[in-house]
């Protein structure tokens, strides 16, 4: 089946630098990878989607100067949280979908950011 | 807007049935996803369904009604593994992102 790997699992920064978090399909290529952020104890809330080789599209009231996604390859998506401030502490999670799949949408294992 | 509806929390009992209910709106619906989410991990995909009727999968079983913009996921047997989130999502027609509930939490006694 589908494998999405998102990297790191785990990150805590300092407050002011900015944190890169990778999301790879392993097995198939991806042309539109979504980002979500959960906050404890709500549901996904959609960030961007981005299609390979275009600009993501980012959701109302989300920063794209703050969360810069990059989806530069058919198997590659980043999403870099620049300047991190406490308040972005979050659990950030990525999907991916492809052409030709039956269900489409494979969630990454997902990151919790810490900022301190 | 395109309010998916489920609600936030429930308790069964080790053994049981239990069913989850979500609601959504029914203009431009192209499809409906569950989603099992443990605390601190990634959803993972439980069960589609776009035509309407039930889909059996082992002790889960989901639900559709087109008409009525109603789904639910069944669970049976329940084991305490199953304490989870269950999130419920739906495709629309000219959304490429899924839309999700809030999710409902699921907790399971002995």
């Known amino acids: 089946g589908a494998v999405v790997s998102q990297h790191p699992s785990r990150v805590i920064c300092k407050s002011g630098t900015s944190v890169k978090i990778e999301c790879r399909s392993l097995d198939f290529q991806a042309t539109t990878m979504f980002w979500y952020r959960q906050f404890p104890k709500q549901s996904l809330m959609l960030m961007a989607t981005?299609?390979?080789?275009?600009?993501?599209?980012?959701e109302q009231g989300v920063e794209k100067d703050k969360f810069l996604i990059n989806h530069a390859s058919l198997t590659l998506s980043t999403l870099t949280v620049t300047s991190a401030h406490p308040e972005d502490s979050s659990f950030y999670i990525c999907s991916a979908t492809g052409t030709g799949e039956n269900y489409g949408y494979t969630f990454g294992s997902g990151t919790r950011l810490t900022v301190v | 807007g395109q309010n998916i509806d489920q609600p936030t929390e429930m308790t069964a009992t080790e053994g049981a049935i239990v069913q989850i209910n979500c609601t959504y709106q029914t203009s431009g619906f192209n499809g409906l996803f569950w989603y099992q989410q443990h605390a601190g991990e990634a959803p993972t995909f439980l069960s589609y369904n776009v035509l309407d009727g039930l889909e059996e999968k082992g002790r889960f079983s989901s639900f559709l009604s087109r008409s009525k913009g109603y789904s639910y996921l069944l669970l049976k047997e329940l084991q305490m593994k199953d304490s989870a989130s269950y999130l419920c999502a739906v495709s629309y027609t000219g959304r490429r992102a899924l839309t999700f509930g809030s999710g409902t939490r699921l907790q399971v006694q002995p």
């Open positions: 981005s299609n390979e080789g275009s600009k993501a599209t980012y």
